[in-house]
Structure formats: C-alpha cells, structure tokens
C-alpha cells in the first residue's frame, strides 16, 4: 500500500485529494489544525487513514508526524497543500498580521513540512514531493501582495530543492504545483466573491488532478514549476 501525506486536508483541494488517494487504495496521513476536525475525518475514512491534529506553523508537531508516517515505511508522496489568502486590499494598508498569516503558513509551513519529511525521504531515496504552489506565485494579482509574495517564494523555494536533490543525487523529485484555472473552494470564494461558483469544483476537479500527480509527477518524474494541465481532465481511462 502507498503512503501520501497531505496538510490542511479538512476541506477545498486537501480534502478532495485525501477521499481520492484513499479511494486509490493509498494510506492517508492528513492534517488539520483541530483536534476535532482530525478525530472526525478519522470517523469518516475509517482505517488505515490517519488524520493528526498538526498546524504547518509548527515544525515539532510536523517532524513527529514524519516520525510515525516514516514508520510505515518508505513515503511515496508528500503534498504540502495548507493555505491561506488574504482579502484584496493594497499592500500598503495590509496589517502585519496578514502578512505574517501568509508568509508563516504558505511559505514557513511549506519549509517546515519539507524539513520534517525530506530527510527520511532522501535517506529511502524514494519519493515525491508536492508543493501547492498557483497561477498567483508566477503572475501578481491585485490586492494579493501577502498571498502572491508567499506563493512566488514557494516557487523559488521549490526551484532550488530541485537543485539540492539533484546535486545529492537524490531519486526524491519536488514539484511546485499549480491546481490550474481554479477550483471554487472556500479560498477562491475569498478572493473571487462575484465569480468563484464559475469554477470547476474540487470533487470535478481531483480526479484529473490525481491523475496527472501519478503519471507525470510519480511516474515520469517531472519535476519543478508544473500546472494540472486542462487535458487532465478529459477523463480518459483509469
Ligand atoms: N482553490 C484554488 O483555485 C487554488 C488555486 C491555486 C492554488 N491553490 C492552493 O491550493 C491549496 C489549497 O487551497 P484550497 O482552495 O483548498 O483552500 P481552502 O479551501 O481554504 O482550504 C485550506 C486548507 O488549509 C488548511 N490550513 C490553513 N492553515 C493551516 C495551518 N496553519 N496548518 C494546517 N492546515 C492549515 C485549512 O484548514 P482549516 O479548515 O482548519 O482552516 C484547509 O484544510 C492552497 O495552498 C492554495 O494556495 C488553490
């Protein structure tokens, strides 16, 4: 059985990704930042799945989680998914707060989640790893000074783990990942009030989405800045 492990998996894309990688006959290790939340999605998947209370802004809490997922054996797929965004308002009277919200769940939570799981993962020389990166890290958007900062960070961030791995000649991969075209999950309805119920929705959109991660990104290794292309939701054979 494969192990993935997805953060923020109480809702939008992260809960999507969770019931179909457990539908995949994966094991899921999801996280939730409340204790509730995790022992109700445990009530919901029932075993093997396993959901731990574990906020991305703690790095003790993630290297824990890393020590009992590790003890299953060797990781197949890492997807540091956790997120937040901010309301549009201009960068100069945006409270240090947002920012700090942004940069310490999007960006910090991405290093913390890559810290905690990279080390066993390189040891095994196996595995992949998925940052949730999107179109608003490689192309700015109005009023998304602290969102789009955090997610272009991920991308450079992503971008030199691709090096590291290389230079270390690692079989681990890194990819930072753009859901493509959005998904109306609760963040879009956010950030995009008036258009969000235009967009596809996570159960429409995960299928493809899984899809393209197990072919293209576990199976032909590709790694880097990458986008769940619109083809992969044509639907073709399992
Ligand atoms: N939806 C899109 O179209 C779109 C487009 C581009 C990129 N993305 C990216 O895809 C990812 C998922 O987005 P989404 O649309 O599914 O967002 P969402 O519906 O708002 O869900 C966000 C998830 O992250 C969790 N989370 C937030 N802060 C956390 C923390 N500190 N520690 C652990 N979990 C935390 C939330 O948990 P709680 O329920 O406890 O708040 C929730 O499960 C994000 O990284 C986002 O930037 C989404």
Request: charged share 20%; net charge negative.
């Given at each position: 059985?494969?192990?993935?492990?997805?953060?923020?998996?109480?809702?939008?894309?992260?809960?999507?990704?969770?019931?179909?990688?457990?539908?995949?006959?994966?094991?899921?290790?999801?996280?939730?930042?409340?204790?509730?939340?995790?022992?109700?999605?445990e009530?919901?998947?029932?075993?093997?799945?396993?959901?731990?209370?574990?906020?991305?802004?703690?790095?003790?809490?993630?290297?824990?989680?890393?020590?009992?997922?590790?003890?299953f054996?060797?990781?197949?797929?890492?997807?540091?998914?956790?997120?937040?965004?901010?309301?549009?308002?201009?960068?100069?009277?945006i409270?240090?707060?947002?920012?700090?919200?942004?940069?310490?769940?999007?960006?910090?939570?991405?290093?913390?989640?890559?810290?905690?799981?990279?080390?066993?993962?390189i040891e095994?020389?196996h595995?992949?790893?998925?940052?949730?990166?999107?179109?608003?890290?490689?192309?700015?958007?109005?009023?998304?000074?602290?969102?789009?900062?955090?997610?272009?960070?991920?991308?450079?961030?992503?971008?030199?783990l691709?090096?590291?791995?290389?230079?270390?000649?690692?079989?681990?991969?890194?990819?930072?990942?753009?859901?493509?075209?959005?998904?109306?999950?609760?963040m879009?309805?956010?950030?995009?009030?008036?258009?969000?119920g235009?967009?596809?929705?996570?159960?429409?959109?995960?299928?493809?989405a899984v899809?393209?991660?197990?072919?293209?990104?576990?199976?032909?290794?590709?790694?880097?800045?990458?986008?769940?292309?619109?083809?992969?939701h044509?639907?073709?054979?399992?």
């Open positions: 059985m494969k192990t993935v492990v997805i953060t923020g998996a109480t809702r939008g894309l992260g809960r999507a990704l969770a019931t179909e990688f457990a539908r995949r006959e994966y094991r899921v290790f999801g996280t939730t930042r409340k204790a509730g939340d995790a022992r109700d999605l009530a919901d998947f029932g075993p093997p799945h396993r959901f731990h209370a574990v906020d991305s802004t703690d790095p003790a809490g993630l290297a824990k989680l890393a020590e009992e997922v590790g003890s054996g060797p990781i197949d797929l890492v997807i540091a998914n956790a997120g937040v965004i901010n309301t549009r308002k201009p960068a100069w009277v409270p240090r707060d947002v920012w700090e919200l942004n940069l310490g769940v999007n960006l910090q939570g991405m290093i913390n989640t890559i810290q905690a799981f990279l080390p066993a993962m095994a020389d595995g992949t790893f998925v940052g949730m990166s999107s179109g608003w890290g490689r192309a700015p958007s109005r009023g998304l000074g602290p969102y789009c900062a955090s997610k272009f960070a991920v991308e450079g961030l992503i971008g030199c691709v090096l590291d791995l290389a230079e270390a000649g690692s079989a681990v991969t890194a990819v930072a990942l753009d859901p493509g075209g959005g998904v109306n999950t609760d879009l309805a956010d950030c995009l009030p008036e258009e969000h235009g967009f596809r929705s996570a159960e429409d959109w995960v299928p493809g899809r393209y991660i197990e072919t293209a990104l576990v199976r032909d290794r590709v790694q880097g800045s990458q986008e769940v292309p619109e083809s992969a044509d639907g073709g054979p399992e």
